[in-house]
């Protein structure tokens, strides 16, 4: 018996047979990703060759057509545009001589993920941003971290990652800054700025103040972040201390307020007033905030109008400056003007009543300078001097006023 042809021919020459030690993929992914499986001839004749194809255009083949018996085929999955939640369900189609095979693929974009030195995870940059607005500290030290860059390159939107600008910015030595900045050029936040919440501060110094005089100038931070600036007075002043003369991130609470404290020794202010200006240099920005100092007298007099008439009352008014009493000597050489006595108590305030009796023949003569005791203002006042003296803390102090006396009683 003869065998048939067609028969004796697949027994010779037999037909290649497509295998594939896969069946289906199923893959969670945060970044582009990699996968591979195997053909191969299950037939003892031919040589299998055909092409791979998808219908998924994200991914793609090496190689994408074959000739042999046994291929091994690696495939990249580019996650391009695909964000964390979004899936990819496609099928690999393997077409050949020796048959055909489809291996169904299924993918699902995951957020790959980083975690803090406390345990923290972040999945995106939006996570990145919360952690530094909560801790800035915290954030600047993930930033300085070997894995950050590659947690930022593995994200589905690393396009919208300035990867060449976390490279430049990660050389920074202020890691604090350089995470700050990095938030910044990708518009998550705002630059912080430092200023004064006043330009100015009126500080008193009262009489026998022997303590240092604390005191502060608020300053006020724009937004979280990074922010740092030197404090100085341009023009040293031995009566003006700082006590910070630098601002930090940690130098403002979290609502954005800070201070800068310093410290007037009222010792060494030798001066009846004085201005001093304390600069804050951003290195951005300079603002100023100028400290006014005034140094009270042991006392303050005034009378109780500018012009007296021939015969006439009127009264010194006496502020004490001090925290005690003031004995107060009144030195009055002429013989026109009457104080009930020469010595008064002053405590807070107080008035020390005088009473003025004078002719007009006196006045005229006092007015022409044939008496001593006064200055004649165009020929129609006399200048009196009336001097207080007293002693505070073993020093004597003397102050001086000076009544006007008229002619006319219609000038005032």
Not at 81 to 86: E, F, N, T
Not at 137 to 157: E, H, T, Y
Not at 377 to 406: A, D, H
Request: net charge neutral.
């Amino acid at each position: 018996m003869k065998p048939i042809p067609e028969l004796l021919e697949q027994y010779e020459n037999p037909l290649p047979q497509i295998k594939c030690d896969k069946t289906a993929f199923r893959l969670d992914t945060a970044r582009d990703v990699y996968g591979e499986f195997t053909l191969t001839n299950a037939s003892a004749g031919g040589l299998l060759s055909g092409v791979i194809e998808s219908d998924l255009p994200n991914l793609s083949f090496t190689p994408a057509s074959f000739s042999g018996n046994k291929i091994k085929v690696t495939f990249k999955f580019e996650l391009g545009i695909y964000q964390p939640g979004d899936t990819a369900n496609a099928r690999i189609i393997v077409t050949s001589n020796g048959g055909e095979i489809v291996l169904p693929i299924y993918i699902t974009v995951i957020a790959k993920t980083i975690a803090t030195d406390d345990g923290t995870v972040l999945a995106t940059l939006n996570d990145f941003h919360t952690l530094h607005s909560s801790n800035a500290a915290d954030a600047a030290k993930l930033f300085a971290r070997k894995d950050f860059g590659d947690w930022l390159s593995s994200m589905p939107n690393s396009a919208s990652v300035n990867i060449e600008l976390y490279n430049h910015l990660k050389v920074d030595a202020n890691k604090e800054r350089a995470a700050d900045n990095f938030l910044i050029c990708h518009g998550m936040k705002e630059k912080a700025r430092i200023y004064t919440k006043s330009s100015e501060t009126d500080i008193t110094i009262q009489p026998g103040m022997q303590d240092g005089i604390n005191g502060i100038i608020d300053v006020l931070k724009t937004a979280p972040g990074f922010a740092e600036a030197d404090v100085f007075i341009p023009n040293c002043q031995p009566w003006l201390q700082l006590i910070t003369t630098k601002l930090t991130d940690s130098s403002f609470n979290p609502g954005g307020l800070g201070c800068i404290d310093y410290v007037i020794q009222p010792t060494l202010f030798t001066k009846k007033r004085a201005m001093a200006t304390v600069k804050i240099n951003t290195h951005d920005e300079v603002y100023e905030h100028k400290l006014f100092v005034n140094a009270l007298p042991i006392l303050n007099s005034s009378l109780s109008k500018d012009t007296f008439f021939l015969q006439d009352s009127g009264c010194i008014k006496i502020i004490n400056n001090t925290t005690g009493d003031l004995k107060v000597e009144i030195i009055n050489k002429h013989d026109f003007i009457h104080f009930e006595g020469r010595f008064y108590l002053v405590s807070k305030t107080g008035e020390i009543p005088f009473t003025i009796k004078l002719d007009a023949g006196r006045f005229a003569r006092i007015a022409n300078n044939t008496e001593r005791g006064g200055v004649a203002r165009n020929n129609e006042f006399n200048r009196v001097e009336i001097t207080l003296k007293t002693v505070f803390n073993g020093v004597l102090y003397t102050q001086t006023v000076f009544p006007w006396i008229s002619l006319h009683k219609g000038i005032l």
